[in-house]
């Protein structure tokens, strides 16, 4: 029988895919008959349907790049519970965490998700974390002093009750039955305290950012007197040291907020990457670096753990290296026993020139090289603190596109790397996939506005009911529909969180991918240079947490602001709204058998409101949940220039 210490941390499975790939194969030889329907009766028709023509062959292109890297499938299962046994030949981990306005990122998530890390069940004396705060506030570093505090008594908390949720709010969100805990009186009395004294670490911070730090700014604040956060010096603060070396107290905590100035450029969070890896460097040295989001690791910290089982799994395979892409990775010294693969990013450092530094950085780690493990442990780690749809959602998904943009246009294409042979064809396949997200809201735009021009126009884009043509689109609808839904309930997600997503990645795609290509175009040709925009973190919870639709509805109302990222998807409803208003009210008849629009553009245009359904509910909200009249009027505005438009069109 194997040794404990012979047992592998994680196992490759390769997952049975026949059937889904059979579903994949099915929708892309019906794209294609869709397709070859158009080109074939293309003379008989109008504007619609030669546009209709673009924008699907755009969806088959996209459908052939999922279907590519999608093939071959596998599974890592990771075996945490394995890592102590490995304890003497476990390296030191460096852990960083990232904040950059202490008013859009509320210090209390900062300090969850530290808090979190401290209680990894890894040795303590091979940890450290360090938190680069960009915005160097003192509110922030003011939060991780009480955090270590605080951390004294939670983390031999977590470790003597084997908490699984180590972010405190969450934690404390659930009811004390549902923890899976004893429910011993022991139990019952240390959960209160540690209730009670995370309520007053809450209590203070808040109190900190409402007041704005009006207290003396003296001893170690004393840094901060006068700050200009734009143009300070580099302050290194050690909040915690683990000077014992004690395996089972508290890993190092070290607050960080590099030097800026006004006429360098910082390079946003790729620059405080860097910055914090050479501090890392200095201070322990650490050959595992892991970089962690602040609303991103809430739900599950253990996730460290997942990646450190690949990382040191593959210690003795010469022939590739693990890593996140690049949530983790190595840097260490070039004679380190595990290879000279996992130095490369050592050399590589976090690059400059995207707003998305960690698809550039990976990329470039690919093409070093590398390749990479998905690590997806349950329950998931990303929580989601902002809320799932709203600014701030918006603004992320802007800046992603408008970063993956940048990269696919550059000299660091995909395309080029492959050309270079430093990408295989794959690896090149999935960039492009995800590197695409901007250029698909033109076909995006045009395919949502489609029916509305039909029924405007008193044209059609559909097959006719009574042709057996109207099989193939009806059948794509049916069946990619329904594919999707099946791999969401495989993985244990709900109805209403496949349709949220479906839905949102319409909105998505029509408004902040728009604006992203925008950016980008704006920035060819000189006109402006792409910003980074901090978006707005929300803490989320709720009493009957147990729940996760519930949860998922809380978080997921949709909320509005006067930013103009709302404008064309306020815009697009109203075109419908108008479009099946001028057909309801008989101003545009229903042709079957002739060349007007028919039933077929009706249930389009209803489809389209569908997904646009939390921008309707904005047309009557109120407060952040109602759409800014500023935005309605100029959306109004857009949309009667539209139905002119198709009125002209229909005339000529």
């Not at 088959?60 to 519970?81: A, C, G, M, R, Y």
């Not at 040291?241 to 946003?268: C, V």
């Not at 599950?300 to 990382?311: E, F, G, R, V």
């Not at 060349?595 to 009557?620: A, D, Q, T």
Request: a neutral charge; hydrophobic letters at 45%.
């Amino acid at each position: 029988m194997a040794s404990p210490v012979s047992l592998p941390l994680y196992e490759r499975i390769r997952r049975k895919n026949t059937i889904p790939r059979a579903v994949e194969l099915l929708i892309l030889f019906l794209l294609i008959s869709l397709l070859v329907y158009r080109l074939l009766n293309r003379e008989n028709h109008g504007v619609s349907w030669h546009m209709a023509f673009f924008c699907e062959l755009h969806f088959t292109s996209v459908w052939i790049l999922t279907v590519t890297i999608k093939w071959n499938q596998v599974d890592f299962i990771t075996h945490p519970e394995r890592l102590l046994q490995w304890a003497p030949e476990l390296p030191p981990v460096d852990m960083f965490v990232t904040t950059a306005d202490a008013a859009l990122e509320p210090p209390i998530i900062t300090v969850n998700t530290v808090l979190s890390l401290l209680a990894l069940d890894y040795p303590a004396d091979k940890l450290a974390c360090y938190v680069s705060d960009d915005g160097a506030s003192p509110i922030t570093f003011y939060a991780l002093i009480e955090a270590s505090k605080f951390a004294k008594l939670w983390v031999p908390f977590c470790k003597k009750y084997k908490v699984q949720i180590r972010a405190p709010f969450r934690y404390f969100s659930k009811k004390i039955q549902s923890l899976g805990h004893d429910t011993s009186i022991e139990f019952q009395q240390e959960w209160i305290k540690m209730k009670d004294a995370y309520e007053q670490l809450s209590q203070k911070v808040e109190d900190a950012a409402t007041r704005s730090w009006s207290c003396d700014l003296t001893g170690d604040f004393a840094v901060f007197s006068n700050i200009d956060r734009r143009n300070h010096q580099t302050i290194i603060k050690v909040i915690w040291e683990n000077q014992e070396g004690d395996s089972n107290g508290l890993p190092h905590l070290i607050y960080i907020s590099r030097e800026k100035r006004p006429k360098h450029p910082h390079h946003f969070k790729a620059g405080a990457m860097n910055v914090l890896a050479r501090v890392s460097g200095v201070m322990t040295n650490a050959p595992f670096m892991l970089n962690v989001d602040c609303d991103m690791f809430a739900n599950n910290p253990q996730i460290a753990l997942h990646a450190m089982c690949l990382l040191l799994g593959v210690q003795n395979e010469s022939d590739c290296a693990f890593v996140q892409c690049p949530q983790q990775f190595y840097d260490g010294p070039k004679d380190d026993p595990f290879g000279n693969q996992l130095v490369v990013l050592y050399e590589v450092g976090w690059l400059y020139g995207s707003a998305t530094e960690d698809i550039l950085t990976g990329l470039t780690i690919h093409g070093k090289g590398w390749r990479s493990a998905l690590c997806n442990p349950k329950p998931d780690a990303f929580l989601g603190c902002a809320p799932l749809s709203g600014p701030a959602s918006m603004i992320q998904q802007k800046r992603w596109a408008t970063g993956l943009l940048e990269i696919l246009i550059s000299p660091r294409s995909p395309l080029i790397a492959t050309l270079t042979g430093k990408l295989q064809f794959r690896q090149c396949m999935a960039y492009m996939w995800l590197q695409g997200w901007a250029l698909r809201s033109i076909p995006e735009l045009c395919y949502a506005v489609l029916p509305a021009f039909s029924i405007l126009t008193n044209s059609h884009f559909f097959p006719k009911v009574q042709e057996l043509a109207i099989l193939i689109p009806v059948s794509i609808f049916i069946i990619y529909n329904l594919y999707t839904l099946s791999e969401y309930l495989q993985i244990g997600l709900s109805i209403h969180a496949w349709w949220n997503n479906q839905r949102m990645l319409r909105v998505n795609a029509m408004s902040a991918w728009l604006f992203g290509m925008s950016s980008v175009i704006l920035k060819l040709l000189g006109l402006s240079e792409t910003v980074f925009e901090v978006t707005q973190k929300e803490q989320t919870s709720s009493d009957d947490d147990d729940d996760d639709d519930n949860v998922n509805a809380n978080a997921g109302r949709y909320t509005f602001d006067e930013s103009p990222i709302f404008i064309p998807g306020t815009t697009i409803l109203l075109v419908h709204l108008m479009a099946l208003a001028t057909g309801i009210l008989g101003f545009r008849r229903v042709h079957n058998d002739g060349n007007g629009c028919g039933i077929g553009e009706f249930i389009g245009s209803l489809c389209v409101v569908l997904c646009f359904w939390p921008f309707l509910k904005g047309l009557f909200g109120k407060g952040k949940y109602g759409i800014p009249l500023s935005t309605v009027y100029k959306s109004g505005a857009l949309a009667l220039l539209f139905v002119q438009f198709c009125k002209w069109t229909s005339m000529g």
